[in-house]
């Protein structure tokens, strides 16, 4: 009987071989019995003979066929990625799925019935803003009911209604798609350096990594367009009979229904499906096969769709490439970035990294020829002027709670402008806790050695890594003084003082809590269009593309923190951030200012701000970088542990330790250090860097290290390449 090797999802190296009746293809899902368990798994091999004895070797128990099988392609790249990540092939594949299909239940067939237009939609009453929209979606050609839906959460109601009164009928989907599906809405005329970058990349043969630098406002979104353009059509010199299939990785917080309907708007009659942890599992699962069977045309995803499978891909982008959101950083610690890099070559297909402020491993890949630069050097809106960027020396200022006059008095003149202001606090590393005035004592967390956090408004402490919470105690615990105060400048604590200052002002706070919920966020941002707020207070970017035109001030608060971090990527974090919250400022015709509170203004970090020169400031850090030794001039590896015993902790990264030296390896093993939050949950939590000169090096003491057998207990410890965490 033939044999099948299977790629399940156990933490074990390895596959594992069932016998099957009839032949069955690689990427075919299967379920199997492993031990008591029935499980999913995927074909990744077939074979004629077996290690296992025969009397023990089971028999596939079905034979998934209500999906189709994984490409060769895809799945040579999750093989790849376990390699490279030092993964277990199986929890690797099995993670790159959409939750449906990592079951055996049956794939749903969904009902999505297709719509068509039949009559001329310029009659619909005004008032019917979505039902426009839907017979605007409608003109070109039928769409299925599940495409309709982006558009609003009210299609179905909607789509009822225009059926009622006869604007719209159901149909069958045409199975070809009429060559005016790649029509192009809306195009600008390319400025030169835009059109230099799309040609550059239209014309390279096969795999090509092109990394696009220009500012917020230079026009990358407008050449990805063009580029998508080129990239969907057919193009038999290049050897694309068929259109091709473009993925668009964008970072977490982009991926907004407005962006998504930013590209529908440009690609009106092209299939775009998107791909993000928001979805419920059965949508995901359909947008997937659509992306599989080649009809969606464009993927929109966060970043585990560079998994999505999409057999005609002719174009990669991953858009704001340097951000954190591309890494995952739990399972299979990926960088999609870097997997997106992998996919194109492997596809033999072009890649565009496009940022204002490229990672400093992207930045010398390009200076050192591996990826090719294409500049835009300027914003593409001529009227539209840079903001100016300066800082506030907080030693030579009055303060109020942590926040300068002159800031104060910049907000008060544009509340009486009527124009908004956008407060930025950089919170990494920093977080409004409670102090005792008497005796020093802090709201230390009892289970982490993090701080608790104080929240105003519920008058609680809260701990932001364990979650644990208790009431703000009227008096300090250990001496019993009432002055208890807050230290630091919480979102809260700053809303609270701007509300004081200013009572008549409409104040709204944007922070990780407030944007969780997709709805409050929406709802909010069109406040802040309908000029419903003065003044924004956050802890975390607003996300690109959303222009907010009244908005003209920024400032920032804890600036300070990225320079004082222990982690080396913090003061490239923070000026990254803070050029794209100077982006955010005066995009329109109103000119905008950006004002940082700091005690170093002479710091380079902010001298090249003040310059909006991204060039100098990145080879100041490579430099810095080169002398110390840091990425992206070595390669590192951390393992990290985590256990309730310190002691079992700490032994089991000795022993780990103890292996790399004896190696005796071109790689340098730091020692065993406590992780920079060393508690969480009770948990004591540890780290092993080990860092080489080159990745294959690195790869190969990977490879032979075997950190499997080391005994674990009942530890979490993990691998991560690359890491980005300290
Ligand atoms: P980025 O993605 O770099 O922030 P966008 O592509 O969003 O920049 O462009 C910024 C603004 O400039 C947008 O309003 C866009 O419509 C406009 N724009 C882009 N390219 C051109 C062009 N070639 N001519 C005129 N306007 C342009
Ligand atoms: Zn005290
Ligand atoms: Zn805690």
């Not at 492993?34 to 003979?49: C, P, Y």
């Not at 109601?157 to 009164?165: G, P, V």
């Not at 407005?258 to 947008?287: C, D, I, K, W």
Request: charge should be positive; aromatic fraction near 6%.
């Amino acid at each position: 009987m033939p044999i099948v090797r299977v790629a399940l999802d156990v933490p074990i190296h390895g596959l594992f071989d069932y016998e099957v009746d009839e032949p069955v293809a690689p990427g075919q899902r299967v379920a199997v019995q492993f031990g008591r368990r029935q499980m999913t798994g995927v074909v990744m091999e077939t074979a004629a003979q077996s290690d296992v004895s025969p009397d023990r070797i089971r028999k596939v128990t079905r034979v998934l066929e209500d999906s189709a099988p994984l490409s060769s392609s895809l799945l040579k790249l999750l093989g790849f990625c376990s390699d490279y990540y030092h993964h277990p092939i199986g929890p690797t594949v099995l993670s790159a799925l959409p939750t449906r299909l990592r079951s055996d239940k049956p794939v749903p067939v969904r009902r999505d019935p297709a719509f068509r237009l039949i009559r001329d939609p310029s009659l619909l009453p005004k008032r019917k803003a979505i039902a426009r929209r839907i017979a605007d979606a409608l003109a070109m050609q039928p769409r299925m009911l599940s495409q309709l839906k982006a558009l609003s959460s009210r299609v179905g109601s909607e789509l009822k209604w225009l059926e009622a009164e006869g604007w719209i009928e159901q149909c069958e989907m045409p199975a070809e798609l009429p060559m005016q599906s790649l029509q192009l809405a809306n195009a600008h005329q390319l400025n030169f350096a835009q059109q230099q970058a799309v040609d550059a990349v239209v014309q390279s043969e096969g795999y090509g990594c092109f990394l696009l630098h220009g500012i917020t406002g230079s026009g990358k979104t407008e050449v990805y367009v063009h580029l998508m353009h080129r990239m969907l059509q057919p193009c038999p010199e290049s050897g694309r009979r068929e259109g091709g299939q473009i993925l668009l990785l964008v970072p977490e917080i982009n991926l907004t229904p407005q962006l998504e309907g930013y590209f529908r708007a440009r690609f009106p009659a092209t299939e775009l499906v998107s791909l993000h942890s928001g979805l419920s599992e059965n949508v995901r699962l359909m947008n997937w096969q659509q992306a599989q069977s080649g009809s969606a045309c464009i993927v929109l995803g966060t970043r585990l769709s560079v998994f999505a499978e999409m057999p005609r891909l002719s174009l990669i982008i991953v858009d704001e490439e340097h951000d954190g959101s591309f890494k995952q950083q739990d399972g299979l610690r990926y960088s999609a970035r870097d997997v997106a890099v992998f996919r194109a070559s492997q596809s033999g297909v072009p890649i565009v990294l496009g940022s204002a402020t490229p990672s400093l491993e992207s930045y010398h890949n390009a200076q050192t020829g591996r990826y090719r630069l294409l500049v835009l050097p300027g914003r593409a809106n001529a009227d539209a002027r840079l903001p100016d960027i300066s800082c506030i020396n907080v030693n030579q200022s009055v303060m109020s709670d942590g926040v300068s006059e002159k800031l104060l008095r910049e907000i008060g003149l544009r509340i009486s402008k009527g124009e908004q202001s956008l407060l930025f606090i950089n919170r990494r590393g920093y977080a409004p806790v409670l102090m005792c005035t008497e005796c020093g004592w802090l709201s230390n967390c009892k289970s982490c050695s993090g701080k608790m956090v104080l929240h105003l408004k519920d008058r609680k402490l809260r701990c932001h890594h364990c979650g644990s919470q208790q009431s703000m105690p009227v008096s300090c615990p250990d001496c019993g003084h009432a002055g208890l105060h807050p230290v630091g400048s919480g979102t809260q604590r700053v809303e609270s003082l701007l509300q004081a200052r200013f009572p008549d002002a409409r104040i709204l706070r944007v922070d990780r809590d407030s944007t969780r919920n997709k709805r409050a966020w929406q709802k909010m941002r069109e406040q802040i269009h309908a000029n419903e707020v003065d003044m924004l207070v956050g802890t975390q970017m607003l996300a690109k593309g959303h222009d907010f035109p009244s908005l003209t001030l920024v400032g920032v608060l804890g600036a300070d923190n990225a320079l004082y971090s222990a982690d080396f990527r913090a003061s490239e974090r923070l000026f990254a951030q803070l050029m794209q919250v100077a982006g955010r400022a005066g995009r329109a015709d109103k000119p905008g200012e950006v004002l940082i509170q700091t005690a170093f203004p002479d710091h380079p970090l902010f001298r090249c701000l003040e310059r909006h020169d991204f060039d100098a400031w990145a080879s100041q850090l490579l430099a810095e970088r080169r002398m110390a030794g840091f990425p992206p001039f070595v390669f590192q590896a951390m393992l990290r542990a985590e256990g309730k015993s310190e002691r079992d902790v700490y032994t089991y990264l000795d022993s780990a330790r103890a292996a790399a030296i004896a190696l005796q390896r071109e790689v340098e093993v730091f020692g065993v250090v406590p992780a920079s939050l060393a508690r969480r949950a009770n948990h004591v939590r540890a780290q092993l860097l080990i860092q080489a000169g080159s990745r294959k090096v690195l790869q190969q003491f990977l490879s032979d290290w075997r950190i499997d057998e080391i005994p674990k207990g009942g530890l979490h410890c993990s691998l991560d390449i690359d890491p980005l965490e300290f």
